[in-house]
């Protein structure tokens, strides 16, 4: 938790979110058990991570937000920011000096955007100004922004002009980042307008590797991308769920995880 989030919030209230990430659902009446206050305080703690879009008030209790609308860009920099540096730097390993890449939206790829500054002679193309931004002043990086439209929220590009710019080229990794991995293995998104720019990126990378937390297992999200034999790789946090793992292993995809090394 990044320290701008934890400023916000108190230790009960951050134990609080995560246990909440970790359950999907969870009654009132629960929550006041599991932390030993009344239910009153409980109900301030839910509506102040409302407010937050960190969680979603439900009829009797609390959960994850719906599968129509993502959590807000500025508290998703702040959620699980050590484990996104960690598969930042395990997804550097793979990506060797001189290639060429698609990083699409995410903080995750805003990780990986940071981490590929030990590389040289990159050439990246990319529909987030975030990541542009990281990597324009590494030294022997070409930075190519796509053409489209700019969301406030988060700096991203997106549009029938950002499709067209990606399909002119062929690059070596294609770096996605998604928003929930169902259990069959189906990849979903919350932007109709991102999965589009995705499935361009998949379609003109050699090789594609997907950059995803252990929160977006089983996460809700409305807008389908396809399933997971479309990329080559994972890079993680945590082992994927075992009720998954065949899935995985029957479309060959390589699964890389980066540990916590102090709780290994």
Known sequence: MSDLLASKLNARQQELLRYVQREGFVTV????????????TIRRDINLLAE??????????????S???????GAR?????????????????????????????????EEVAKALSRRRNLRVITNNLNVAAIMSGY????????GGVVRARDLGITGEETIDFIRRFKVDF???????????????????????????????SRTVFLVADHSKFWRPALVRLGDISKINALFTDRPVPQEMSGIF???????FVAANQAHA
């Open 77 to 109: 920099q702040g959620l699980y920011s050590e484990e996104k540096r960690r598969i930042a730097a395990l997804v550097v390993e793979h990506i060797p000096d001189q290639a060429t890449l698609f990083i699409n939206l995410g903080t995750t790829n």
């Open 67 to 73: 599968s129509a609308e993502n959590i807000a860009y």
């Open 139 to 146: 030294p022997s990086c070409e930075v190519i922004i796509t």
């Open 174 to 204: 294609g770096i996605i980042g998604i928003s929930s991995i169902e259990g069959d293995g189906t990849l979903r998104d919350f932007d109709y307008r991102e999965v589009r720019v995705a499935e361009a990126i998949i379609e003109h």
């Open 29 to 40: 009446e629960h929550l006041a058990a599991r932390f030993q206050i009344t239910q009153q």
């Open 249 to 255: 292993e029957e479309a060959k995809i390589d699964v």
């Open 52 to 65: 937050m879009s960190l969680l979603q008030r439900y009829h009797g209790g609390v959960g994850l937000p």
